[in-house]
C-alpha cells in the first residue's frame, strides 16, 4: 500500500533485503503505512515476518534497504525509542517483577512524568482485568497475563507506531477482545498499528490493510476485501480463503 | 543533556538489575539455605582471620614490610579484568528482555546500568568481608580513615577493570559470533584442561608443602611497582604513609583517563552487538536425519524398561549437553588421578579402582539424579502409557548401568596390562557392577528428593541440572561406599588382617547398608512418581 500523503507516513520500509550467508529471509521488501492503518502482515511460519519486524525497529540491521519511522531513520535510536512500541512474540517482562513494578520501571525508562504513570498504569491495569494480580510478581502469571502486561508496557507512552506480533495468542476471548477493542482505539488516535498474526479472524476484525509475506517477499498487499478479490477464491471466499491460495506452492510455481 | 539523560536512565536499569538478582538469589528456601550455608563457611573462616590480620596489622612498621602486597596489588587488577570478561561472556553480555531496553533508552545507557549493576553486585557480595579485612588491619596498625582510603583507591581500579573487562567480553562474543568453531573449540579445550590443572594443583600443594616453590617468590616477580605505589595511596593519613610516587598518581591518572574510554569503547562494541545478527542462520547447517524408525536393539527391545532406558541412551548421544553436569566429576576426579602420575611403582590396582568409582558414579549419575525433573517434559505422554512407575524408575536405572558397568567392568580388567594381578582385576570388575546396580538405585532415588525442572546455564550450555546439594551427597556416599567396598575386596582377596567380631560386625553392617539403602532409595522414586499418576 504506497501512501499518497508523504507527511501522514507512519512507517515506510523500502527494497529491504536481509540475507544470512546464502540465505535470503526477506527479498526486496516495500511498503508504505499511514499513520491511523491498522496493518495485517499475514505469512506462514518462516516467511520472514518476525525478521521484518525486527527491521522496522531497528533491532536488526537490513542487508540492504531503508526504513524511517514518522520520517526517522529507524538507527537513530534516541530518536526512535518515544515513536515505537513493540511486542514480540515473547512477553519481555521481568519474571522478578510485580506488573506494576514491571510498568512503573518501563514508564521511568520512558520518562514518563509519575503522577500520569500512575495514572495511566492504573488505567490499563484495570481495563485489562489486572489489578487484583497487580503485586503479584509477574513468575506466578499465566501466559495471558503476561501477554497483557506486555501490551500494556509497549502502548504506555503512546508510540506512534505499534508492532505486534501475535498479540492475540495465549490470550482468553475477553482478553483477545480487549486487545482488539485496543488497537482499533490507538488506530482512531492516529497509531499506526502493524500486526503480525495467524489469526486471521482478528486480521479481518481490525485491520484496513493487509500485506501477506511468502518466502521473503511480499505476495500481496491491499485491503481486506481487495485481497480476497485478488485471490480469486470465488464469492464466499474469505481472507483465509486468500491466504491459502496466495501462499501455495501452484502460487509460487506461478511467480 | 543526553549524557544526564543516559546517566538517570543507567540508575534505573542498574537498580532493576540488582533488585532482580537479589530476588532470584533469595527467591526459595533453598537458595536462602545454600546462601547461609556459604555464609556460615566463609564467614566463620573470616572470624578466625580477622585477629590474625588485626595482629599483623599491629606488627606492621613500613608499608613495604606488608607481605605480598606488590603481588596482589598487580594480580588483583589482571583477576579482577579476567572475571570481567568471563562475566560478561557468560552472562551479562546479553541483557534479558532485550526488545524491551533496546527500545526503551539508548545503549549508552543500558552498558552504564548493567556495569553499574555489576559494580553494585560485587560491593555487596566482596565488600562485607573486604571492608572487615580492611578494618581489622587498620585497627592494628591504629588508623581508622584506612577503610575509606582504600575504598577511595579500590573505587577507580576496580570501575577501570570492570569497564575493560565488559568491553573485552563482548568483543568475545562478537568474535564467537563469526568463528562459532571457536567458542565449541574453547569449551572443549577447558574441560580437557580441566583434568590437567587440578593434577598440576596437587603437584604445586606438595611443592609448597616441601618448600621448593614459593608464593611468595612467584608473587614478587610478578609485582609491577606502580601499581604497587598506587596502592599504597591507601595508607595516605597513616604513619605508614609518606609521599605520593609519580608512578601512583600515573595510575591514578590512566584508571580516571581510560575508564570513560573504556565505556565508550563497550558502549559501541555492545551496540554493533546487540542490533546485528549471527552471519549464518540459526538453523543447524545440516538436517539431520533419522531412519529406519526407533527399534530398541537387544538386549534392551526385550522389556519396557529397557525400550525406555534405549531412548534415554539415544538421547544422551544426540544432546550431549544435557550430561554437562557430569563435568564435576573431573574436579573430583583431578586429586584421584594424582597419585597415578606419582607413584613410582605399580599403577595397574589404582587405575583399576579409578575405573571402578568412576562407572560406579556414571551408573547413578548420568540419568538418576534428577529423574523427574528430566521426565517432566513428557510426562503426559509417559504417564498416559501402560509403562508404570516402575518401567520409567528402573528404565533410568537400566541406562544408568549400560554407561556405569561396562567402565567399571572393562577398566579393571583391561588394568591388567599396568600390573594389576589377574585375581584383583577380576574381584575389582564383579565387585564395580555390583556397585553399579547400587549406586545407579541409590541415585533415582536421592534424584527424586529435590527435583529441578528450570533449565539453567551451566558450564556454558542451557540444560536442566540436578541440585548441586544432590550431586554432593551422590558423589561423596557413592565414592565413599566404592572405596570402601574396594579396600574390602583387597583385603580379602591378599588375605591380610585377622576377622575379629568387630570387624566382622562393621563389615555386615557396611553390606546391610549397601543393599538396603539403594533399595530403600528405589522404592521412594517409585513412590514419587505414582504421586503423579491417576489411579
Known sequence: MVSTNADAVAIEANDLQKTYGTETALDTVSFSIETGTVYGFLGPNGAGKTTTMRLLTGLTQPTSGTVRICGTAVDDRRAIASLVGYLPETPPVYEAFSAREQLEYVAELRDIPAGSATERIEQYLDRFDLADDADKRISTYSKGMKQKTAFIQSVLHDPDVLLLDEPTSGLDPRAARRIRESITELADAGTAVFLSTHILPVVEAVADAVGVLFDGRLVTEGTPEGVTSLAETGEDGTLEDAFLAVTSKEAATDR | ?535
Open chain 2, 1 to 535: 543533556m543526553t549524557g544526564r539523560r543516559d546517566v538517570h536512565h543507567a540508575i534505573r536499569i542498574a537498580r532493576a538489575e540488582v533488585i532482580r538478582e537479589l530476588r532470584g538469589a533469595t527467591g526459595d528456601r533453598r537458595r536462602v539455605i545454600g546462601l547461609l550455608m556459604v555464609g556460615l563457611f566463609y564467614g566463620s573462616g573470616l572470624l578466625f582471620a580477622l585477629p590474625a590480620v588485626y595482629a599483623l596489622g599491629q606488627a606492621t612498621g613500613t608499608v613495604q614490610s606488608i607481605p605480598y602486597l606488590g603481588g596482589i596489588a598487580t594480580v588483583a587488577p589482571v583477576s579482577m579484568v579476567v572475571l570481567s570478561i568471563f562475566r560478561t561472556s557468560q552472562q551479562i553480555g546479553t541483557i534479558d528482555s532485550e526488545e524491551l531496553v533496546l527500545l526503551t533508552v539508548h545503549p549508552r545507557a543500558v552498558v552504564l546500568g548493567v556495569i553499574g549493576a555489576e559494580v553494585v553486585q560485587s560491593m555487596l557480595w566482596f565488600g562485607v568481608p573486604i571492608g572487615l579485612i580492611a578494618t581489622a588491619f587498620a585497627l592494628g596498625i591504629g588508623a581508622p580513615t584506612l577503610p575509606v582510603t582504600a575504598g577511595l583507591v579500590l573505587l577507580p581500579l576496580f570501575c577501570w577493570a570492570t569497564v575493560w573487562g565488559y568491553a573485552g567480553g563482548i568483543g568475545m562474543l562478537r568474535l564467537f559470533r563469526w568463528l562459532p568453531g571457536l567458542k565449541q573449540l574453547l569449551k572443549i579445550g577447558w574441560a580437557l584442561a580441566l583434568l590437567p590443572i587440578i593434577v598440576g594443583s596437587q603437584y604445586i600443594g606438595t611443592a609448597i608443602a616441601d618448600r621448593t616453590f614459593s608464593i611468595a617468590g612467584l608473587l614478587e616477580t610478578l609485582a609491577f611497582e606502580p601499581l604497587q605505589s598506587y596502592v599504597e595511596l591507601a595508607f595516605v593519613g597513616t604513619e605508614l604513609f609518606h609521599s605520593p610516587s609519580i608512578g601512583a598518581i600515573g595510575v591514578l591518572g590512566g584508571l580516571v583517563a581510560l575508564t570513560p574510554v573504556g565505556l565508550a569503547v563497550a558502549t559501541r562494541q555492545a551496540t554493533t552487538f546487540w542490533f546485528t545478527d549471527d552471519p549464518a542462520p540459526e538453523q543447524p547447517q545440516r538436517t539431520e536425519r533419522s531412519v529406519g524408525g526407533f527399534e530398541a536393539p537387544q538386549p534392551f527391545g526385550s522389556t519396557s524398561a529397557g525400550a525406555i532406558a534405549w531412548g534415554h541412551l539415544v538421547r544422551a548421544v544426540r544432546q550431549p549437553q544435557e550430561f554437562a553436569h557430569l563435568m564435576i566429576m573431573l574436579v573430583m576426579l583431578g586429586p584421584a588421578v594424582a597419585p597415578i602420575v606419582q607413584v613410582d611403582g605399580n599403577v595397574g590396582p589404582i587405575v583399576a579402582a579409578i575405573g571402578v568409582v568412576v562407572g560406579t558414579y556414571l551408573a547413578g549419575a548420568a540419568f538418576g539424579l534428577n529423574p523427574l525433573g528430566d521426565d517432566r517434559p513428557a510426562f503426559p505422554l509417559l504417564l498416559l502409557t501402560e509403562a508404570g512407575p516402575r518401567t520409567l524408575v528402573w528404565s533410568r536405572v537400566i541406562a544408568g548401568l549400560a554407561i556405569g558397568a561396562p567402565i567399571a567392568f572393562l577398566i579393571p580388567l583391561g588394568s591388567i596390562v599396568a600390573g594389576t594381578p589377574a585375581l584383583f582385576a577380576v574381584g575389582f570388575a564383579v565387585v564395580g557392577c555390583g556397585m553399579c546396580l547400587t549406586a545407579a538405585m541409590f541415585a533415582v532415588g536421592i534424584g527424586a528428593v529435590y527435583p529441578i525442572y528450570e533449565e539453567q546455564e551451566y558450564w556454558g550450555t542451557e540444560t536442566v541440572v540436578p541440585s548441586t546439594g544432590i550431586m554432593m551427597v551422590y558423589f561423596w556416599v557413592v565414592a565413599g561406599g566404592t572405596v570402601i567396598g574396594l579396600i574390602l575386596t583387597w583385603v580379602v582377596l591378599t588375605g591380610a588382617g585377622s576377622l575379629s567380631l568387630l570387624i566382622a560386625a562393621g563389615v555386615g553392617v557396611y553390606l546391610l547398608l549397601t543393599a538396603l539403602v539403594p533399595y530403600g532409595s528405589y522404592r521412594y522414586a517409585i513412590r514419587r512418581y505414582r504421586t503423579y499418576t491417576l489411579e
